[in-house]
């Protein structure tokens, strides 16, 4: 079984606090991507950013001085048409989602916001945790801070084995 990984669709990410335009130009091809999974019963997974509402009071808050993905807010929520009943949620506090280990991982695709960030965290952690998988990102599903972090980042993964479409 393949499994999905959709990392941060959120709407502080798209057009919320920490939108961008290159955000925005994606929500289509995940969409899509995301239907093509669910077509063939393969496994998603939605991360979601988490924070509270002490968030500028954190390590990551005092590097990143903007509020979002506050539980509970308008931003934290996926972007409406893209999670679906039966896909699982899992919250995030940081970058990374630690809890990738004991899962029956066969073939990993990533694709999400932000390229630079979230989604290279999680590709890495996957691969170190499963290196005999193929695990992969789908670039035209994926935008970053910027465009040239996005390209980056890309860089970055190819490097370690992850295999960038």
């Not at 979601?48 to 509970?72: A, F, M, S, V």
């Not at 996005?150 to 960038?164: D, S, Y």
Request: overall charge negative; glycine content about 10%; hydrophobic content about 40%.
């Amino acid at each position: 079984m393949k499994t999905l990984i959709v990392v941060d669709m959120q709407n502080d990410f798209i057009d919320g606090s920490l939108g961008t335009p290159e955000a925005v130009a994606i929500v289509d091809a995940v969409r899509a991507k995301i239907a093509e999974y669910r077509e063939r019963g393969d496994e998603v997974i939605f991360t979601r950013d988490t924070h509270q509402k002490d968030y500028l009071g954190t390590n990551e808050g005092r590097h990143l001085p903007i509020e979002h993905c506050i539980e509970g807010t308008a931003g934290w929520e996926i972007r409406d048409g893209l999670w679906f009943e039966g896909a699982e949620i899992v919250n995030k506090p940081a970058f990374g989602y630690t809890g990738w280990g004991g899962r029956n991982f066969e073939d990993v695709e990533l694709i999400g916001l932000c390229t630079d960030i979230c989604v290279v965290s999680n590709a890495l952690l996957i691969k170190a945790l499963y290196p005999e998988i193929p695990v992969s990102v789908d670039s035209s599903c994926c935008a970053g801070v910027t465009p040239d972090s996005h390209e980056a980042a890309l860089t970055t993964m190819r490097m370690c084995q992850i295999n960038i479409r």
